[in-house]
């Protein structure tokens, strides 16, 4: 009895979390510092005091709680299991971007095998589709990473770039700022030109002087950005720089709007241990956050969120190499750290073109650090060559992190790993009302709000059900083939009559009887079952 009347009062909070009320607003405003946990926040504020830049962050007045971080079957996260958790509401395995994920024995919650596969729609798509919202992604990685992907795209393998870089290019997206125009296609190219959308590639200045009234694409370098910390101002964008361009081109709409900006190389900076990076990187996304709290507070009908999605590295203030913690000073925690003026991979990519005689002079003037003989040594040992994988930096013996290894000897910073870590990240909600999100707030929840605060009529669920339906259900009773010659990109044909139906995977452009039509979704191809996944009123246009 005892424990009946536990389950109906978990039962009832749960319900009674899903049906507040949240009054709906016009424009939402997700933020995601990537792979942040909360030492960062407490570094990167004392980081600033020490240098008398104030003891308040940008995000510090919004903070509401906390929110869990576990994917389906781990209790540890990562960038596309949560990031999609929090677009669809589904939780879903590592690898998995917004889909539905398969069952495993692990499995933390139970999980709908019937529907194993198959996309989620996202909080994205829902605004575009349902509210005829502009929709906007702002980013500091290669336009396909794990987070950008999970709020624009479909697939079980975060690290298939040929099934995800078109389908968020067909997401027809008003605005796209970010890395990776060595991912563009000619498809891709193709299809801007014909959906209206301006490429700026490599061009600060054209970014922005946008003013026009169309879709546009701005990306920088041929993967991702640099680090802030490296990064030259006059050709490359800083995160706040981006964000604030993205709302003014956004707000345009009188819909409104949904833009998600991500800080996505904290987590880079997290995983190779770099403390001075991750600081930067933190407080280059805190300035993007009060472009955005600024613009929502004047705007007066426009709600925030700033989540991460997971923990990473262990970071803490003070370390086991420190001893008398209570009494290390300012100085002695902040000092050092205040002095790096390059990431270690910046330095890295400075050591690596000089002499070793030159070594250590170049070290000090970046870093403030004599290095001793025995560094240099170090250093010049190092397999000298990029760690070409960023969330390996910190297990290799190479330059980088050696460099990181000198660099973090001089603080009292403390790392438990090279990945990401279990705990809850903070969270900060601002809306216009009052109504904000609070607690310690489970990820699938965290969907929730964004629904509610978006006011669709419909749930993320309802419209997966009515976009992403299984191609034999749709056409059942048709001719159709599946042409596979192009392995990358399977196509559909469905043939009634003399009409013929043509859809390709990951776009959002069919053809019906050979002339191009906009179907008004992204269409998702999944070679492990055969499936495309495609909306149901595709068989009603013959
Ligand atoms: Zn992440």
Redesign the pocket.
Known sequence: MKKLNLVFCLYFITISAFTQEVKPVKNLIVMIP??TSIGVYSAARWYNYYNGKGDTLNVDPYLTGTVTTFSSNAPIG??AP??STYATGVLQQAGNVAIYPEPSANDLYPVDASRTYQPAATILEASKIEKQKSVGIVVTCEFPH??PADFSSHYYNRGNYKALAPQIAYQNLDVMFGGGTGILTDDIKKHFTRNGTTLIQDDKEAMLGYNQDGKVWALFGDRALPYNIDRNPDKVPSIAEMTEKAIQLLSKNENGFFLMVEGSQI?WAAHANDAGTMINEFLAFDEAVKKAMDFAKKEGNTAVVVVS??G?SGFTIGSRDCPGYSRLSLEELFGAVSNYQLSANGLESILAKNKPEEIKAIFKKYTGIDITDEELQTLISSKNYKEADYMEVANSNNLAHNIVNILNSRTCFGFTTGG?TGEEVLLASYHPEGDVLKGNVKSRELNRYLQQVSGLSSSLEELTDRIFVKHDEAFRGLNYTIDESDPDFPVLRVTKGKNRLEVKAFSSVATKNGKPFDIGSVVVYIDKNGTFYLPAHLSEIF
């Open positions: 990537d792979g990562d960038s949560t990031g794990a987070t987590d999605d997971h990473n990401h």
